[in-house]
């Protein structure tokens, strides 16, 4: 797959699906990336929690003339996230793009937070990918098999908080490394396909994703609310429309990682030199 080839993805209409999980939480970027996608023809599938939200963003790309479909959908729920498959697959074939992009966010010391705590998070943020995956991936890999003009590119949001851990973000940085690592994975396991992946891992972005608890679910709320104090992130907060464009460029490319900050770049490479370091140290 050449970037040249990859380009013509993105530029292609007519036949191209997009699936967007998240149009609100995470969103400015998915909700950005499917207005984009409208732009170029293709048919968007969008999925949220939030029935407001979702008809909203709906809406708003339908007006540009672009079919879309809403699904309002619980990433956590596997049931959900097969039937919503299903259902584009009937509709419009296998999806060009699948953008696994829900997620909430809670903070607190790693041995105080609740058992609820974590079913949420994980439930969201790691569980909602590995859904998308495994409902989209055999039929992407169907209709490339099928078809050897198809190609494809699934997009995973992780954070840098998957890369660098943040102090106080326990339950939060293990459900981004995780969504790392499975994206690491996929990109070895799909080489041999004409099927992209790419993981998003942004410092800040203007979103909502700072009140996730909105949209926790009754039956994970914890029993008592527990006052948790926010987390200094570093760096900037950057435009969903800018993250949107980096994520389209790492499609065109081919990129796995989309790494959005620059200010990431020291912290990254202090974490490399330290492991470079314990095997250096220990050959002494």
């Known amino acids: 797959m050449t970037p040249r080839n990859r380009a013509g993805l993105v530029r292609r209409g007519g036949c191209v699906g997009l699936f967007v999980a998240g149009t609100d939480t995470a969103v400015g970027k998915t909700f950005v990336a499917s207005r984009i996608a409208a732009a170029r023809g293709m048919a968007v599938v969008m999925a949220d929690i939030e029935q407001a939200a979702l008809d909203r963003a709906a809406a708003e790309v339908a007006a540009t003339g672009a079919e879309v479909v809403p699904y309002r959908v619980d990433v956590s729920s596997a049931a959900e996230i097969d039937a919503m498959a299903e259902a584009t697959r009937a509709r419009f074939g296998a999806p060009h793009f699948v953008f696994n992009n829900a997620g909430v966010g809670s903070g607190g010391l790693i041995w ?24 989209f991936t055999p039929m992407m890999l169907a209709a490339a098999k099928q ?3 198809y190609e494809g590119h699934i997009v995973n949001t992780a954070s840098m908080a998957g890369l660098i851990a943040s102090k106080g973000l326990g339950v939060y940085n293990t459900s981004k490394y995780a969504v790392v690592g499975l994206s690491e994975t996929l990109v070895k ?36 609310a527990e006052r948790v104090e926010p987390v200094e992130l570093m760096g900037r907060s950057l435009s969903p429309e800018s993250v949107a464009d980096m994520v389209l460029a ?13 200010e990431s770049l ?17 050959r002494r």
């Not at 105080?112 to 409902?135: C, I, K």
């Not at 492991?275 to 220990?282: A, F, K, W």
């Open 189 to 224: 396991d799909l080489k041999p396909y004409r099927i992209g992946v790419s993981v998003l891992c942004p410092l800040g972005v203007e979103t909502r994703i700072r009140d996730s608890e909105r949209n926790r679910p009754a039956a994970l709320r914890n029993e008592r």
């Open 266 to 282: 020291e912290p990254l490479r202090r974490r490399f030199e330290r492991m470079e370091r314990s095997i250096l140290d220990r």
């Open 112 to 135: 105080e937070v609740s058992l609820r705590d974590w079913q949420w998070v994980l439930g969201v943020n790691l569980m909602g990918v590995v859904h998308g995956v495994r409902a």
């Open 147 to 149: 078809d050897r003009s």
């Open 250 to 262: 790492a499609i065109r490319a081919n990129e796995l990682y989309v790494i959005t900050h620059d």
